[in-house]
């Protein structure tokens, strides 16, 4: 296994792969396919640019024929943080490469997504903006910061217009900052600022590829030409910004969670997505920046996770972790399936997205003066002083088209003739069509407003610009279609959204977050942890679009957006509020403060639920919702050291030999390394991938605690455990004094035979009288 070979399909996303290898058929007469790949080669050993560059170069010229020789040539060259390069190359030698002893994998260079919601809602032209709020947990700290935070974030590039990045009482840039502000047609060098101290943009075709029309990522600017990474930025480390609302809704203070936090922004995305070469190549730039942390709102596809070492987001946060540097990355929206959570590597910090307590309100009127509760975002002017003929989808049906499509207002459906003027009522019952193509299907059809039927994603407010919408579940649609069965002349109206707040429940697991278990392995819980990710306000590109701005208003600066997209930059602003006043904590310290202290209570007082009212389990929530206060003192934390990671690379099946060219030392890995042993890593949760019930199983996992406290504390631990299972940790006292800071105790697991096979869930909390630090498990007893 000393290097490996991954062949993604080319449907991985969009056009991309596919428009370069148009490029290339004019050039040649039998179209070679070639495409980009990352060729991966472990470590960085030496700072010498040049000499990477040449050493490149010459593997590349050893593999491709002369003849072809403009493709000896590096689209991107890695060399500072590790090592490696991307180029355009064929199927053949791109495994040819795969078998030099220097390289430890070469795989084709996949397009990865923005984990905004649902990315239909999202990349579809342009989207509606937005902001991040004062309701979320992380707003509420008080000044305590010290020391200066630099917080990296990949994404889509920035608005450096926007009041969240103005700088009013930054001081100095700290002098370890190497990272540039660089500048385009549309972008200056006095775009930057105390606050925004870099920016920079990557030219991701190569050279042959650049004549297509399309070939548009990068951009040619570090300019933030949708919206998605002012969002993000905004949301982790935004000034503060008095008065700001999404035309007049969610009106407040916004602020990101660490406002005192410098900004860099690396814009490896455009609308087509975020090639992984330049993800990489981001990944190296920030960190020879020298950035603190990193925030990636950006995944692989789920059903493309192949091995952490073909994914461009694992192997550049395994270097960063090396080089101190903390990266946090979101968990995917491809809820809410079991099994779809990316970014699982466990060096990578993974966020899965809650509500918040606001809502929006769309209310339905009806001829008959009833009134119905919806859901939606939007800025019409109809009112209670006028209704409109109001119709069912399936009764305004295109000709020779079937009922059923009619009633889900498919494209094409509906005749414009019968629809003209109305408000129509949609079923959305095929997952497949985004509300947001349903709701062009009825405009484009001259409707004067749609009520989707929906209750699973009712709440994830939709935003439709300044078309009415209101989002209703089955019960009150079965009303409304009642009453359109029932009168002659149906009408109804959409009143203007409202919102409120102290919504409760609050939070609950988002229909759209990605599940665990993790696919590439189980032995460790993936989501760690859980954020706002729902209807987030923060600052974003006004968006000019007449569709979405309200008549005689000028384009909104603040926007709500939803996803774990806006999860994660919770989680990265938490993260850098922690490390300002806790200087010397390491990456994991900080992860383990998070994870330890997050909370699974609702503002009901109730254990937090999923969006069908079911207790959220760890494999939807992690361990819980951050609290980045409680997350200042934790009292314990387990330490995840870099001889963690090489295990875990071990325990995973990676050789050796591939190991000591990731980690650049030569480590031995522990004598029968197998995945069960991944369990035994230390990491703030556990998780047992299967534990045999026929033999009544046992399992003894290992984790070592670090005392932050103050020096002489004592700990009792208390066990919550399921039903079947049997847990008893040894020793259940632990003490800590001026020469103890770390202690070590097992956790033993049992399970009874009578025990139901599955996941069951538990934890287990230390508790000194003044902290509590909880850690949370899973157990799959088969
Ligand atoms: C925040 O800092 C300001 C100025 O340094 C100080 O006046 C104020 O009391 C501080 N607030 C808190 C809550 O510590
Ligand atoms: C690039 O495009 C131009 C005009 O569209 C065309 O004339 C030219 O041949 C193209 N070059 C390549 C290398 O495809
Ligand atoms: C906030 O802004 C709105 C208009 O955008 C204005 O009417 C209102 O007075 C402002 N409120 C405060 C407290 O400044
Ligand atoms: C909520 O949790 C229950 C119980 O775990 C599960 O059956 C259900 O599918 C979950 N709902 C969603 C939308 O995830
Ligand atoms: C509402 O806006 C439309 C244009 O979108 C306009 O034609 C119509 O007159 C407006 N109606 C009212 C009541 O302002
Ligand atoms: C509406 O009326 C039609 C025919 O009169 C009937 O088939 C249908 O079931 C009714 N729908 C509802 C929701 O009552
Ligand atoms: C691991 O295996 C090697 C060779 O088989 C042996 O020499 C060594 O003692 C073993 N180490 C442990 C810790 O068992
Ligand atoms: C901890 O306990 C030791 C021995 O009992 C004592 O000398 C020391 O002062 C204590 N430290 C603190 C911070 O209480």
Request: aromatic share 8%; hydrophobic share 35%.
């Amino acid at each position: 296994m000393a290097s490996f070979l991954q062949s993604l399909p080319t449907i991985l996303s969009f056009h991309w792969l596919i428009i370069i290898n148009i490029g290339f058929i004019s050039s040649n007469q039998i179209p070679p396919k070639v495409q980009p790949y990352v060729v991966y080669m472990g470590s960085s050993s030496s700072n010498d640019v040049e000499v990477a560059k040449l050493a490149h170069l010459q593997l590349l010229s050893s593999i491709i024929p002369s003849e072809e020789s403009e493709r000896i040539n590096l689209i991107h060259q890695y060399s500072h943080a590790f090592k490696g390069f991307s180029a355009m190359l064929t199927e053949k030698e791109a495994s040819a490469l795969s078998e030099d002893g220097e390289v430890v994998s070469v795989f084709q260079d996949p397009i990865l997504k923005l984990h905004t919601t649902r990315s239909w809602d999202f990349l579809e032209p342009p989207p509606p903006p937005h902001p991040t709020t004062t309701s979320s947990s992380t707003t509420h700290h008080n000044n305590l910061s010290t020391e200066d935070v630099i917080i990296g974030i990949i994404d889509t590039g920035i608005w450096p217009e926007s009041q969240s990045f103005k700088d009013p009482g930054f001081g100095e840039i700290p002098s370890r900052w190497k990272g540039v502000c660089m500048e385009s047609h549309d972008f200056k060098k006095s775009n930057c600022n105390r606050k925004l101290i870099g920016a920079r943009y990557y030219h991701t075709t190569s050279t042959a590829s650049s004549n297509s029309s399309k070939t548009t990522t990068g951009g040619g600017s570090p300019r933030d030409p949708i919206g998605h990474g002012t969002h993000v930025a905004a949301t982790a480390a935004g000034a503060h910004v008095t008065n700001v609302s999404y035309y007049g809704l969610a009106r407040g203070t916004a602020r990101g969670g660490s406002p005192s936090s410098r900004i860099a922004s690396y814009k490896a995305c455009s609308e087509d997505g975020c090639p992984g070469s330049t993800i990489l190549m981001a990944i190296e730039d920030a960190i020879k920046d020298g950035v603190d942390m990193i925030s990636i709102s950006i995944g692989m596809s789920a059903i493309f996770q192949e091995d952490f070492l073909s994914d461009p987001i694992a192997i550049g946060a395994f270097h960063a972790d090396q080089m101190g540097v903390m990266v946090v990355c979101s968990a995917g929206n491809d809820g809410p399936d079991p099994s779809t959570v990316v970014n699982t590597a466990p060096w990578v910090f993974t966020v899965a997205a809650s509500s918040i307590d606001r809502e929006f309100k769309s209310t339905v009127l009806l001829g008959n003066a009833k009134t119905f509760q919806g859901s939606g975002i939007h800025f019409s002017n109809l009112s209670s002083s006028k209704t409109y003929p109001l119709a069912f989808g399936k009764d305004v049906a295109a000709r020779l088209t079937p009922l059923s499509e009619a009633r889900s207002c498919y494209p094409g459906s509906l005749d414009p003739e019968k629809v003209k003027g109305k408000i129509i009522v949609c079923m959305d019952d095929d997952p497949t069509i985004p509300r947001r193509i349903r709701k062009l299907v009825v405009e484009d059809a001259k409707a004067k407003g749609l009520i989707l039927v929906n209750g699973d994603e009712k709440g994830v407010p939709f935003d439709s610009g300044i078309f009415a919408f209101a989002q209703v579940d089955n019960r009150v649609a079965s009303q409304i279609i009642n009453y359109i069965n029932s009168t002659k002349n149906p009408t109804a109206t959409i009143l203007p959204t409202v919102d409120a707040v102290k919504y409760n429940p609050a939070p609950v697991i988002a229909y759209f977050s990605s599940r665990g278990p993790g696919q590439l392995t189980d032995n460790i819980i993936k989501p760690d942890i859980t954020a706002p990710g729902v209807a987030i306000l923060a600052a974003v590109v006004p968006n000019r679009d007449r569709t979405v701005v309200p008549i005689g208003q000028k384009p909104s600066e603040y926007a709500t957006r939803s996803g774990t997209s806006m999860a994660c930059p919770h989680v990265t602003g938490a993260a850098a509020f922690i490390r300002s006043v806790h200087h010397q904590w390491t990456s994991s310290m900080i992860k383990s403060a998070l994870m330890t202290t997050a909370t699974v209570y609702n503002n009901l007082g109730k254990p937090m639920t999923n969006n069908t009212g079911n207790y959220a389990n760890p494999h939807e929530m992690g361990v819980g919702e951050i609290s980045p206060l409680k997350a200042l003192n934790p009292g314990l934390v387990f330490e995840t050291t870099t001889e963690d990671y090489f295990k875990f690379l071990c325990y995973y099946g990676y050789s050796e030999k591939t190991i000591r060219s990731v980690t650049n030392k030569n480590f031995n890995c522990p004598n029968n390394s197998n995945d069960k042993l991944i369990s035994n890593i230390n990491y703030p949760s556990i998780s047992i991938s299967n534990l045999d019930r026929h033999i009544a199983g046992v399992r003894s996992i290992r984790r070592t605690v670090t005392n932050v406290g103050s020096p002489n504390a004592t700990y009792i631990a208390r066990v919550h455990a399921p039903s079947g299972l049997l847990v008893k940790v040894i020793p259940e006292k632990i003490a800590f004094s001026e020469s103890i800071k770390k202690v070590s105790f097992k956790v033993a697991f049992y399970s009874k035979q009578e025990a139901s096979s599955g996941y069951k869930f538990g934890s287990i909390t230390w508790l000194d009288g003044l902290h509590s630090v909880r850690m949370v498990f899973a157990v799959n007893v088969e």
